[in-house]
């Protein structure tokens, strides 16, 4: 027993191999849940994982090293064109060289923004990349002939591999994709956040003079956070492009940009699975309230608004009561438990609540 | 008349409501080192108000009073239920926290006042006035919009340079605890701040109401160039946030006139960068020599 406990120990010690662990797990019971519920739900869930990749890449910038970021909708229309062109006129890329053609694109543009960013803090890097959100879709808007204009361009979508089988419903295919690249994401993510890079990351945002002190570059640190953050941004816009089919600039608008920062703030600042957590609320919070709003017969006026109107009700007591975001939230009620029943903490078993580093308590 | 004449003077008065609304955002970020991402949804608030009580019978001078009237109570309120509570959280919450009043106000304006696009009446003639012979593209309403901007930016810098309450006021921005100390009310001088920034973003509102239509979200945009002209002018500065206003009111006209308006915001997005690569906090901002 006590060897068996030893060889676990070992094996799930390591960074690396509990998040490897923990990453095969999410994709058994992704892999179980996609194959019980129908179509419908399997669309919304690639949303979520979509959105989680988008929103894990700007909570390591905005959480875990401090710039915000109000533009990385632009980012991902970024990442969608370039999947959109790859498969413009219907040239069957495999899906896989497409994402990664997304990423390694928005990474290269993200160079540049980085470089800028750095360069700019607080409400000035916010003004700046706010610019970006409205201003990238008008040059799709405005070079018809490369991007499409209004109408944008249509995405062929993937179909599922033989080996399937004939009647394997696309919409699980494309859930499965999106499911094993959020995975990746967080994986890798996880990796380098507790990893050199990720100390530096929390070092610049917490105090730049500290940091250059310590040896670390930090405007270097910023563009590294930025590209990392832009090409996460990339995978997501080219997986969304595959979600909705059509790549066009109506849906890259400041909402989408705004959406992502609510989902790292709602979910938990700081913390890859408050992403995950922000994700759920962004696409299913809607989905109830538009229900709950259907149910009750009220004039179409009403009706078509009421979503809008809890949801936004939603994020300002969310702020008001749990400052810290639903990760925040659940640490603090572990934290009691532990407290309470006098558990010893650390161990294997928290799971996801290891692999974050504490809110921050600025 | 040359294309670079009738520019300018839409800039000038485009460039005038961004200043307020610019204005406006940096009264808040002065008082409360919050940017009032709900500023523009609060003008379109007060501005469908105004229309309400056009639509039942008042005279414009009326709606536009109510605007103003309700613009200042419910900057007041928003400070008082919803943001005083998180005056100590990280200041990303408080950006959530606004961006959720901008949805809910999107949301309860159409369920409160219907959902059809309206117009919205000039307070005059929107028609060029005559110049000699050649009419010029400035009417009477331009020149109203021009004046009463700059109307309450004169009123507010004698408000903040030349009285007691001003100087508190700043004071209280400047820093709460020594003002605490010396006996102003910090909490009221916040409050009054919001309210005025208020009331100045819902004159941008039912200003430029009469050109572009009035529908839930028609001042998003304006939102986002009175922001960009506030970071432009620098976000600690009154005048920079004036100047970065009519700086924005000039640059996306001549950038629409000359290159298309598709191009518009990134013109806009290009004069920022390029600005900003230079003056990391803007044009008017103290610099302050950052260790790194």
Request: proline share 5%.
């Amino acid at each position: 027993m006590v060897a068996v406990q030893s060889r676990l120990d070992r094996l799930v010690r390591p960074t690396f191999g509990r998040h490897l662990l923990f990453a095969l797990a999410a994709a058994v019971v992704l892999l179980l849940l996609s194959s019980q519920i129908g179509a419908y739900d399997d669309y919304n869930l690639t949303a979520v994982a979509i959105f989680a990749v988008a929103a894990a890449g700007l909570n390591l910038l905005t959480g875990l090293n401090g710039q915000l970021s109000l533009g990385h909708g632009a980012l991902m229309a970024i990442g969608a064109y370039t999947a959109s062109l790859l498969l413009k006129d219907h040239h069957q890329f495999p899906v896989i060289v497409v994402l990664l053609a997304a990423v390694l694109s928005t990474g290269v543009i993200g160079i540049g923004f980085g470089y800028a960013a750095a360069r700019l803090r607080g409400p000035y890097l916010a003004g700046a990349t706010l610019t970006l959100a409205v201003a990238i879709p008008q040059v799709a808007t405005r070079y018809k002939s490369i991007f499409g204009g209004e109408s944008g361009l249509t995405v062929a979508p993937s179909s599922p591999p033989d080996w399937l089988g004939a009647d394997f419903p696309p919409e699980r295919w494309l859930a499965w994709i999106a499911f094993a690249a959020a995975i990746v994401t967080m994986v890798l993510l996880a990796n380098l956040l507790r990893g050199a890079p990720g100390r530096a990351f929390k070092a610049v945002r917490d105090n730049e003079a500290a940091a250059a002190l310590a040896g670390i570059n930090v405007a270097r640190t910023q563009v590294l956070a930025f590209v990392v953050s832009a090409a996460c941004a990339g995978l997501a816009g080219a997986l969304l492009a595959y979600w909705t089919g059509v790549t066009a600039p109506a849906g890259f608008t400041l909402a989408l940009s705004l959406q992502l920062i609510t989902a790292i703030v709602i979910g938990g600042l700081g913390s890859l699975a408050g992403a995950v957590w922000g994700s759920l609320v962004l696409v299913f919070v809607p989905l109830l309230t538009s229900g709950m709003a259907s149910r009750l017969s009220l004039p179409s006026s009403v009706a078509d608004n009421l979503p809008l109107a809890i949801y936004g009700c939603i994020l300002v007591i969310a702020m008001l009561v749990a400052p810290h975001g639903i990760q925040g939230a659940l640490r603090r009620i572990l934290a009691y438990g532990r407290a309470r029943w006098g558990n010893t903490p650390g161990g294997g078993q928290k799971g996801v609540v290891d692999w974050d580093d504490p809110a921050p308590d600025t | 008349m040359s294309r670079f004449f009738v520019l300018t003077l839409n800039g000038v008065t485009q460039g005038a409501i961004y200043a307020a609304m610019a204005l406006a955002l940096v009264m808040i970020w002065r008082a409360t080192k919050v940017i009032n991402f709900a500023q523009g949804a609060m003008a379109m608030f007060t501005t469908y108000l105004a229309v309400f009580a056009i639509e039942h019978g008042t005279p414009y001078w009326v709606g536009f009073l109510v605007a103003l009237v309700s613009g200042l109570l419910l900057g007041a309120i928003v400070e008082r239920v919803i943001v005083r509570p998180v005056e100590s959280a990280p200041a990303l919450n408080v950006v959530i926290l606004t961006l959720g009043l901008l949805l809910f106000l999107e949301a309860l304006a159409p369920m409160a006042f219907g959902g059809q696009i309206r117009s919205f009446p000039p307070a005059f003639s929107i028609v060029g006035l005559r110049l000699g012979t050649s009419q010029v593209p400035f009417s009477p309403f331009d020149l109203f919009t021009l004046g009463s901007v700059v109307a309450v930016m004169l009123l507010l810098l004698v408000l903040f340079q030349k009285t007691d309450l001003g100087l508190r006021m700043r004071a209280s921005a400047f820093n709460p605890e020594v003002s605490r100390l010396l006996g102003i009310r910090v909490g009221r001088m916040l409050t009054l701040g919001w309210a005025l920034a208020s009331l100045v973003g819902a004159l941008a509102g039912v200003l430029i109401a009469p050109s572009l239509l009035l529908y839930p979200t028609f001042m998003d945009d304006v939102l986002v160039f009175g922001f960009t002209g506030a970071v432009l002018g620098g976000l600690d500065s009154a005048v920079g946030a004036v100047v970065g206003g009519l700086l924005m009111g000039f640059a996306l006209t001549y950038v629409g006139g000359y290159f298309g308006s598709d191009l518009e915001t990134v013109g806009a997005l290009v004069i920022l960068i390029a600005v900003l690569m230079v003056r990391p906090s803007g044009l008017f901002s103290v610099q302050r020599v950052r260790q790194v």
